[in-house]
């Protein structure tokens, strides 16, 4: 394996923190919101998910690269993140699933990645202050021109990343969940319903799990015309519609939520998750609201208020639903973190929704019994 030779990067953050790091991956200038994630494992994932585009993800485990990457850990066709932040870089992979470094993958997506800088600093400063612009560059190390750089650059919630990430053409999706130990997907079971999920950057897995739970998949894309899907629904050639996950602020998406609003008087049945969580509350005429730093890990607890169980899951979002939501649906789910919603069922319709992330890419899998509920649904 040849010797990969570290540039070095400079980083400025909006609070005027001016740091030096060495970088990896794909070089030059990039502006982003930093977050950190929490996940002990899983960056392939997270750097694939396209939740994460216009973010920098601070990773608080400190070795990051040891397992490589390869085609199944893919969460979608690129890495949509702007940059990866981690303490060490490790070019040396190994595992008998890689097929190449972490640092070629990130090249070949054109993402930076920042290391040998201290992670524990920009997870507390990011705690502490909340999650903030920043810029980072191989090619500028003046601290005026860099702030100059990130002052006369987008922020996060004034782009629209959901016309960059989602599909551009419908499609069908047919893989069930994938087998580590067989290395090939499962053999997806017999469909018992058929929908329309819209994509607003849906995960892989997000999909191989509704296979996994006997439903058919049309993936559309988010230009959606909403009267097209009540026409289907109408004439049974779909029994209702999932609302993916995604990256950006929902109350950028006007368009979206006048054609989820349809669907919601049409009474179509809906299941959303994470930004389709938050879209289904604004349809309905309650605005999301910014977290400080967002949630974003593998480790989280959820409070499943029907069953009282907790459950370990994977999230990733900086919006969240408000709490007078419970005017129109009842809470299905609670943070234990900070008691914010995590999931909601409509009171006068067949529309429920969660905020975290059932699918498990990274993390555990004990809210994987969401996909068969949506199923239980669409049957009724």
Known sequence: MAELTLQKAYIYLENGTYLEAN?????GTSVGEIVFNTSMSGYQ???SDPSYAGQF???????????GVNEQDMESSSAHAKGMIVRNYQPRYSSFRAEDSLHNFLVKYNVMGL???DTRFLTKTVRTEGAMMMVASTEVSDKEELKKILENSPRIEEVNYIEQVSTKESYKHTSATYSYREFTYKEAPKAEAKIAVIDFGVKRNILNEIVNAGIAVDVIPNDFDAQDIIAQYQNKEIDGVFLSNGPGDPLVLKKEQEQIKKLIEAKVPMFGICLGHQLLSISHGYDTFKLKFGHHGGNHPVKNEKTGLVEITAQNHNYNVPDNITEIAEVTHTNLFDNTIEGLRYNDAPIFSV?????SSPGPKESSYIFSEFLSLIKR
């Open 23 to 27: 970088s990896f991956g794909a070089e």
């Open 57 to 67: 993800v601070t990773f608080t485990m400190p070795e990051i690269g040891n397992v």
């Open 45 to 47: 994932e997270i750097m």
């Open 355 to 359: 905020q975290h992330h059932p699918e």
């Open 115 to 117: 290391c040998d800088i």
